[in-house]
């Protein structure tokens, strides 16, 4: 039993129409009760103690499959774990985002079983057909470990984006939804990392932070969600189209981070500030308590 439950988190949940069977498990071993004990904390955080708040969110589809295409900052995930916790508190329409795990989890006792049991699979391009082919919802960051790793002093700048995922959407006929995070960077903001240390335990990144904890600074934080993106093709184009593509996505989450930057009032304001008078703000979703 959770320790704490969410009851946003538990009712959408219950509204996300999965196939759950009787022991509330759905056909990718995705469980009811794990998904609220898991994300009824990440959504504490979500609401008091990062502050996030959405912008575009009608541009997430309210069914059918669809690939969530964001910039990686961070370093401990905060961005994909608030990212899926703004689609679950979607009192709209929630949907359950799908992520891609790293190998690395599957070497961990009991690991694999747990992000299992969230909806979160091994980042094989299989396990990401299997999903989209359900219509379900996948998550992915195409910087990978070079977006997680990047130090304080190159936030914001976008790593190389791997092609893997413009292949998949095109094979499997899914949208893109560009998306750009703001505030992981200063949330945990890296100062170096220990390389050594990484390879030893065989950890695909041990970041060193300010405050000398692997938990975020209590950075407010902003998702902004582009319209989709559709490309034409079945995967197998060749690596000059695709790398295209790729670039197209790369440059409109650039936009998005631009744009994110340019909105917020400052880096470590604890919350935004609505100006009812501004169009670019109609889109923008406020944490109740966070005003």
């Known amino acids: 039993m959770a320790l704490y439950v969410d009851e946003s988190i538990r009712r959408n949940v219950e509204r996300l129409g999965l196939g759950f069977d009787r022991y509330g498990v759905d056909p990718f071993g995705v469980s009811k009760d794990t998904l609220v004990a898991a994300y009824s904390p990440f959504a504490w955080l979500y609401r008091n103690y990062l502050h996030v708040s959405t912008f575009g969110m009608e541009n997430i589809p309210k069914s059918g499959r669809s690939l969530l295409i964001c910039n990686h900052t961070g370093g401990i995930g905060t961005d994909a774990a608030m990212l899926m916790t703004s689609l679950l508190l979607n009192d709209d329409q929630p949907r359950l985002g799908h992520g891609m795990a790293e190998y690395f989890f599957n070497t961990v006792p009991f690991a694999n079983q747990l992000m299992a ?39 914001y700048k976008l790593e190389r984006f791997g092609t893997g995922f413009m292949r998949l959407a095109l094979k499997m006929k899914a949208p893109i939804i560009p998306i750009a995070f703001i505030g992981g960077e200063e949330a945990f903001p890296i100062i170096f990392r220990i390389e050594f240390l ?29 319209e989709p993106m559709h490309f034409e093709g079945d995967g197998r ?36 500030v609505v100006n009812p008078d501004d169009p670019t703000w109609r889109s923008v979703e406020i944490p109740a308590r966070a005003l």
Request: glycine letters at 8%; hydrophobic letters at 45%.
């Open 117 to 155: 049991r969230v909806g979160n699979l091994t980042g094989i391009p299989e396990h990401a057909e299997l999903l989209l082919a359900r219509e379900r919802m996948v998550v992915a960051f195409p910087e990978g470990t070079r977006g997680t790793s990047k130090l304080y002093k190159d936030r």
């Open 198 to 226: 990484s390879k030893m335990i065989g950890f695909p990144l041990v970041p060193v932070a300010p405050h000398l904890l692997l938990f975020p600074l209590p950075v407010a934080c902003q998702l902004h969600f582009g």
């Open 237 to 272: 184009e060749s690596d000059a189209v695709v790398d295209e593509y790729v670039g197209r996505v790369k440059a409109r989450i650039a936009r998005l981070i631009d744009d994110g930057l340019a909105m917020r009032p400052a880096a470590f304001t604890r919350k935004m």
